[in-house]
């Protein structure tokens, strides 16, 4: 019976875990609004392209702004693309893209690390002669 006795003592205990907290810690590296504006100016020829190369000095965001489009027979309605990617050779090769017509806010942002970059304006398609553009690059 003593036995028994201590048998049912031990299934009647009671035991706890108590659960561990776990900690996560993520660094992230902090991104900068633009400081820096540079102007390309340059036409594309029918079929084309353009590209301008700058240097970005801290990871933050870019925006590309296609200011303006002209030229003989260019409608003021055409649309161009855009595109920001690295320098290869004599062109650019793009990560981002977008196609804009002119206007006055970003037509294209994204955010890069320091290094060289390059804008890359181009015909999609639709002009029937070369196309002078104004566009402005905001970077850190």
């Given at each position: 019976?003593?036995?028994?006795?201590?048998?049912?003592?031990?299934?009647?205990?009671?035991?706890?875990v108590t659960p561990t907290a776990t900690t996560t810690t993520t660094t992230t590296t902090p991104v900068t609004t633009p400081t820096t504006s540079e102007v390309f100016a340059s036409?594309?020829?029918?079929?084309?392209?353009?590209?301008?190369?700058?240097n970005i000095a801290a990871n933050g965001t870019v925006n590309v702004t296609l200011n303006s489009v002209s030229g003989v027979g260019v409608p003021s309605s055409v649309q161009l693309g855009l595109g920001i990617g690295t320098p290869a050779g004599v062109d650019c090769t793009?990560?981002?893209?977008?196609?804009?017509?002119?206007?006055?806010?970003p037509q294209l942002t994204g955010t890069?690390?320091?290094?060289?970059?390059?804008?890359?304006?181009?015909d999609v398609g639709n002009l029937?002669?070369?196309?002078?553009?104004?566009a402005t690059i905001a970077h850190s």
């Open positions: 019976m003593f036995a028994l006795l201590l048998l049912a003592a031990a299934c009647s205990k009671n035991n706890t036409t594309v020829p029918v079929g084309g392209a353009a590209f301008y190369s700058f793009v990560t981002s893209t977008a196609t804009a017509g002119a206007g006055t806010a890069f690390g320091p290094g060289l970059f390059c804008v890359r304006v181009y029937f002669d070369a196309a002078a553009f104004k």
